[in-house]
Structures are given as structure tokens and as C-alpha cells.
């Protein structure tokens, strides 16, 4: 690049003095199928676009122009002449060069049975707009839109296998077993009061018996029923509250208040019954 | 008293250096001989300004060196030898990829001549044209030769500022190969090129960012930093974008933008305050973490609660469950979730992992262990069980009942003959 300034700033000396203009003469495009049967051909206006151009899985697009100085009117080779290939929606481009002779003429073609790697990956419905670019030292630049073309729809561009981690990925829910189902309460609750049947029984008879019960409240046999009750009652404590250690405990302590007072107990009711015999 | 004065003053004075490295500021700048160091003084003299120490050395030259005894000597160096052949020894691509692992941070300069920097641009994922195929590009049409481009800034790039003028660029492009992990920061005009060199596709300065932190920026010409492109105008009475853009540039590079860390991360359940050792499936397990963004201007780390799109997964093995992890807000930096944990029982993993374009990775992994419920946390009282229930009392009421009838009642064998009493 360093060796090159010289020519660089002759050139540009050159173009300051005038620039000079290019333009294109008789731009045309033939569209043919496979079996080399024209399906299009049309002279193309650099003032209007023509209809969108639409090429199948095996036709052919071939283009012809030259390219002119407009003063002098003569055919010139630009240094750079290329047909771009942009998809307006992806962004996707593709550059393809087009040789161009020393007169001018330059000639394009376009087989989809084998596209060239510069054709930018396409989707189904939406066209690539087709530019002409020519750049050249001693001309002003040119840029002319030519047409709009479908191309049948390709493979997707690859992506890169950690592309997916740079994006947010989809959530993921996790499907819980689902709750274990009991049977409806009304069936417990009828349940449980079928259970307490027997009751009825135990109370009618009891009511038809009329048992007495005079030694209640007498001191050497309350005691006993009263630590009765309290085994009863850590029993139903347990269920619902306690550990075993505690009950344990409790229950070691209540059990030497049991066994005095069913000693006192039981002896009375010995003494009773022998007293009665 | 006055020197204490005198002291107070030269601190504040010194407190004053804005734009520091989140990484360090000792940066190594390997000038080769043919470029005049002189010529770069406005980015130099921005560099110094911003608080960084610039050491300079040539190519060829081995003190000091860019490493010893496999520490990393500086924390940025700066490549600016686009056409030496022959590095020291100290400076081979196997020992600035070394470098990257000790994460010192790069700014590298190409040119259209062949030299070592060429063959590790690939490893990079980046494709070099051919030797000698400068960027050439008739578009706009301009005074300048065809190699000097003024290029536009794309507005979509969060490491550029906002709204910069046409940057002039004279160099190489290089064509960009599908690795996520580059960073593209300006692209070529879609209308300059040589040959199949062309396009809007064609990276002219790409950042990458390596896997454990550190950055590098490949930079296809040098000129790109040199005083006459800054102070050329891009149209009449317009600067050029070239001293914002590269300021920006280096920023990006040296760590001062877009880097993020992972202050702290816990895990408790819902109702408590503590983490817990072990935690119970079916939990509700709330998950917080505090993420800061490095601000070069108070050289601090601040909290930062602009991600809207950071993401957790609970994984064993596989992500069982990937909720979005939303900031809270009330407190800047805090980003919480609350969520079920899964029926499956084992040692699970909160897991973020957020990559994003140009901004530093965060990861972390804090590994859990699920187990299933003990003996005494399962549903105490069934609907179910009413029955049994009601069927246990009324035997325990029966027994005292019927002990509490026996030891008080009396026997009736003197008012009638029947022995036994009741049931």
C-alpha cells in the first residue's frame, strides 16, 4: 500500500481536475428455464425498476450491460463492478464482482442449479434487492438499483452450536407429582360417626343397668382413676404434640404416682369384697 | 499545618483522575520503529489523561517484557507493529495467548503486509484477506485516495457512543466466521471492497471477548488512531467520529465499559432469613444475587439493575428449572426469584450463566443438596384418618370409663344374685 501513494495522489490529481461521470448502456436481463427457454427478457431502465424478477430451482439469470464514460461516450473497464444481493429483513448480503472487458461489456449469469457462495441465504416471500456498484479511480462512483428478485427459498445461514446460551433461553417449568388425593370429607366424617356406633349400645345398656358407683369420691380410690385419666391424657398429649423422650418422661414420673395409688386402690377393693364376704 | 494543608490539597488533586481500569492501568504499548509515537498523541496523551500508565517499547526490544516468570507484567498491552516480521521472543502468538489466559487485555493493529499477527487472527475466527488487498472503496465519492474510507458508525453497538460522525479508516477487512464470542464493532460500508473482500459483512474492527474475562480488539489498520485522521474532517465544517470512536474503543478493551460482576449470590427459604445446609423438595426457595457495573468515572463498582433478561437455572444434570431472575425494585443491584423446588431429590446446582454481546460474562454455580422430606414433615393430620381416630379415643375414653366404674362401683351381691356388672 506504502508503494503505491504515488499513483494514488497522480489519480487523485487527475480526478480533481474532473470527475468525470459514468453511466450504463443497454442494461438487459433474460431470465431462461432449464431447458434454455426464454421465460423473461427485458431492456432494464436505470430510472424505474421493472416488476420483480422471480427465478425457480433450476432457471437462469443473465445479465449484459456497458458501461461508459457519459462525455466521451466510450466503453471503459472500472476498477471495481459489483452486482449486490441484500435481504432487507435479515440483513443478509452478498457481493458478487462482475468482469467487465477493456471495452466495457460486462456479462452476468446466474444458474440456480449452481449458485455461487455470494448469493446471501434467502427465505421464502421475501425478494433481495439487486444493486449495481461501480467504483473506478478516475470516475465518480456509480450506484444503480436494478431490480428486485425471489430467489426459492435456502437453508437457514448456520449458526454456531453456543450461539443459543448468548440469547435468553426458554423457561422451563417442572411438572410436580400432583397432590395426593384423599376421599371427601363428608365420607370420613360419616365414617367416623359410624364408628361410635357401639357406644349407643354401651350407653343404653348401662342406662337399662344403672350400675352405682358409691365408692367415687372416696380418697383411697379417687387417686387411682384421677392418674387414670392423666395416662389418658399424656397418651392424647403424645398423639398430638409430644416426643417420645418427653412422654417418656412424663410417663416414668406418673407411673410411680400409678403405682401407689393402685396399690391404695386395689387393696381397698380387696378389703371390700373380703369385708362384704 | 501547612504541609498538612499541601498534602490534603495534592490528594484531592489526585482524586480527581477519572476513567480507570477496572483491571489494572499499567499498559504496555509496542510501537514499532516506522511509526512515530508522536503521531498518536492525542490517543496516547487521552490514555494518560484517564489515569493509565504507558510504557513503551519497540517490537524487537525484550525489556520489559510482556511476561516473567509466567506473571503477567502489565494489564493491557497494545500492539501497534503492523508490519514488523520479527518479534522478540517474549512476543510470539503462543505467548500473547498465554497473556489472554492471565487475563491481560489487547488491542491489536493489522495491516495488508504478512506478519506472526496474521496467523493468529484465525484462532480468533477471523479470516484475513490476502496480503496486499487493502480495503478499497470508491464510495463516497471524496478528495481522499480509495484506501482512505470514511466509514459509518452503526448506532446498534453498545460499546460506541451514540451518534458518532463517519470514522476514516484505511487498512484491511477481515470476514467474520460464526463464533458468538466476537464482538463486532464496525463493519464495513456495503459499498467498497476488492473482489469477494466486500461487503457490509466484513468486520474492520471486532472486539473478542475470550472465555474467563479478558478482551481483544483487532483493528485492521493503525492509521484508524493517528492524529491526521482525527483532526481530518469527514464533510464540510464535520470532525470526524475517529477520537470518540477510539476512545471508546480502548474502553471496551481495557475493561472500563460494559463490565459486570457477581458481588455476592445466596439461597434461603421463604419464610427465614439464614441459608440452610440441606434443603426439602417441594421447598420454596428464594434465590438472590447483587450484580455491580464497573463505572469508570468514580472508578468504582456501583450496583447495577439494568439486565432485564438475566436467567436462573436450577440444574441437576440437566436444568430442571430456568425461571428469569427480575431486579427487585427499591434495591439497585439486587436481582431475587422465588420458586418451587423440584419433587426430585439430589444435589442440585443454582446456576447463572448470562453471555451477552460485548458485556462480561457472568457465571456462577452454588451447588445444594435436595433431599426428600424426613419421617416428621409429611401432612401430620389425614381427612382420611378421622375414622381411626375417633375409633383410638373412644377405646381409650371406653377403658377409663369402665375402669373408673369398676374400682368405684360395689358389688351387688347382697341386694341381688347376678355376680358380674356391666360389659
Known amino acids: 500500500m506504502y508503494s503505491l501513494r504515488p499513483l494514488f495522489w497522480l489519480l487523485l490529481a487527475v480526478a480533481a481536475v474532473q470527475a468525470s461521470v459514468l453511466s450504463l448502456q443497454s442494461p438487459r436481463f433474460t431470465i431462461l428455464s432449464s431447458s434454455a427457454e426464454q421465460l423473461r427478457s427485458e431492456p432494464l431502465s436505470v430510472t424505474q425498476k421493472p416488476a420483480p424478477l422471480t427465478l425457480g430451482a433450476s432457471d437462469a439469470l443473465k445479465l449484459t450491460f456497458q458501461v461508459l464514460d457519459k462525455d466521451e461516450g466510450k466503453g471503459v473497464q472500472p476498477h471495481q463492478t459489483f452486482l449486490r444481493f441484500y435481504d432487507e429483513i435479515s440483513g443478509e448480503e452478498g457481493i458478487q464482482p462482475v468482469r467487465v472487458t477493456s471495452g466495457g461489456k460486462a456479462k452476468f449469469e446466474l444458474n440456480m442449479a ?44 448456520p449458526q454456531h452450536p453456543d450461539e443459543a446460551s448468548f440469547h435468553p433461553l426458554p423457561p422451563i417449568h417442572h411438572t410436580f407429582r400432583p397432590e395426593q388425593k384423599l376421599p371427601p370429607r363428608i365420607i370420613s366424617a360419616v365414617s367416623a360417626v359410624l364408628v361410635l356406633a357401639p357406644w349407643v349400645v354401651l350407653v343404653g345398656l348401662w342406662g337399662h343397668i344403672r350400675p352405682s358407683v358409691p365408692y367415687l369420691l372416696s380418697p383411697s380410690i379417687l387417686p387411682f382413676i384421677v392418674t387414670l385419666g392423666a395416662f389418658e391424657t399424656l397418651l392424647v398429649w403424645y398423639w398430638v404434640d409430644l416426643k417420645l423422650g418427653q412422654v417418656l418422661l412424663y410417663g416414668g414420673i406418673l407411673s410411680v404416682f400409678a403405682a401407689l395409688a393402685g396399690r391404695q386402690a386395689l387393696a381397698t377393693k380387696g378389703d371390700l369384697r373380703v369385708g362384704r364376704k | 499545618m501547612f504541609v498538612r494543608w499541601a498534602l490534603l490539597l495534592v490528594l484531592g488533586l489526585v482524586s480527581w483522575a477519572t ?119 470508491h464510495f463516497p465519492e471524496r478528495d481522499t485516495p480509495a484506501t482512505v474510507i470514511p466509514v459509518n458508525v452503526s448506532s446498534s453497538s453498545p460499546i460506541l457512543t451514540q451518534g458518532l460522525a463517519p470514522v476514516w479508516f484505511s487498512g484491511i477487512p477481515f470476514s467474520l466466521q460464526n463464533n458468538p464470542l466476537l464482538v463486532p464493532i464496525l463493519n464495513a460500508a456495503d459499498k467498497g471492497g476488492e473482489g469477494l473482500w466486500a461487503g457490509s459483512q466484513l468486520g474492520l474492527v471486532t472486539g473478542f471477548h475470550a472465555l474467563g474475562g479478558p478482551r481483544v480488539t483487532w483493528v485492521g489498520g493503525v492509521d484508524i488512531f493517528s492524529d491526521e485522521y482525527i483532526q481530518k474532517e469527514v464533510a464540510k465544517g464535520v470532525e470526524s467520529g475517529n477520537e470518540q470512536f477510539i476512545a471508546d474503543v480502548a474502553a471496551w478493551t481495557f475493561q472500563e465499559s460494559l463490565a459486570l460482576r457477581i458481588d455476592s449470590v445466596s439461597h434461603r427459604r421463604l419464610n427465614e432469613t439464614e441459608p440452610r445446609e440441606t434443603y426439602t423438595t417441594n421447598d420454596q426457595l428464594v434465590f438472590s444475587t447483587h450484580i455491580s457495573k464497573y463505572n469508570p468515572e468514580t472508578a468504582a463498582w456501583e450496583p447495577y439493575s439494568g439486565i432485564d433478561d438475566l436467567q436462573l437455572e436450577f440444574t441437576m444434570l440437566d436444568p430442571h428449572i430456568r425461571t428469569s431472575l427480575p431486579p427487585v425494585p427499591g434495591t439497585p443491584g439486587e436481582y431475587s426469584v422465588t420458586f418451587r423446588a423440584p419433587d426430585r431429590h439430589g444435589v442440585f446446582k443454582f446456576v447463572i450463566n448470562h453471555k451477552r454481546k460485548g458485556w462480561t460474562h457472568l457465571q456462577s454455580s452454588t451447588v445444594v443438596p435436595v433431599v426428600p422430606p424426613r419421617h416428621d ?30 374400682l368405684a362401683g360395689d358389688d351387688r351381691e347382697s341386694k341381688k344374685t347376678k355376680g358380674s356388672k356391666t360389659e
Open chain 2, 377 to 406: 414433615e409429611y401432612p401430620r393430620f389425614l381427612s382420611a384418618a378421622w375414622p381411626y381416630y375417633v375409633g383410638a379415643i373412644s377405646t381409650s375414653l371406653g377403658f377409663f370409663l369402665f375402669s373408673a366404674l369398676w
Open chain 2, 19 to 137: 476513567a480507570k481500569s477496572s483491571t489494572g492501568d499499567s499498559v504496555l504499548v509496542i510501537l514499532e520503529p516506522n511509526l512515530d509515537k508522536d503521531n498518536f498523541s492525542i490517543f496516547f496523551d487521552g490514555l494518560r489523561e484517564k489515569g493509565y500508565d504507558l510504557t513503551f517499547r519497540s517490537p524487537k526490544d525484550t525489556h520489559p517484557p510482556v511476561l516473567e516468570h509466567e506473571h503477567a507484567q502489565f494489564s493491557h498491552v497494545i500492539l501497534f507493529a503492523p508490519e514488523t516480521k520479527i518479534f522478540a521472543s517474549d512476543i510470539t502468538p503462543q505467548s500473547l495467548v498465554t497473556l489472554l489466559s492471565k487475563n491481560t487485555n489487547l488491542l491489536i493493529a493489522l495491516s495488508p503486509k504478512q506478519t506472526p499477527l496474521t496467523s493468529l487472527a484465525p484462532e480468533f475466527s477471523l479470516v484475513l484477506p490476502p496480503p496486499g488487498t487493502p480495503l478499497i472503496s
Open chain 1, 114 to 157: 449452481r449458485p455461487p457462495a455470494s448469493i446471501p441465504p434467502t427465505s421464502a416471500g421475501i425478494p433481495l434487492k439487486v444493486e449495481l456498484i461501480i467504483g473506478s479511480f478516475v470516475h465518480s462512483p456509480l450506484k444503480v438499483e436494478l431490480f428486485e428478485l425471489f430467489l426459492p427459498e435456502s437453508h437457514p445461514a
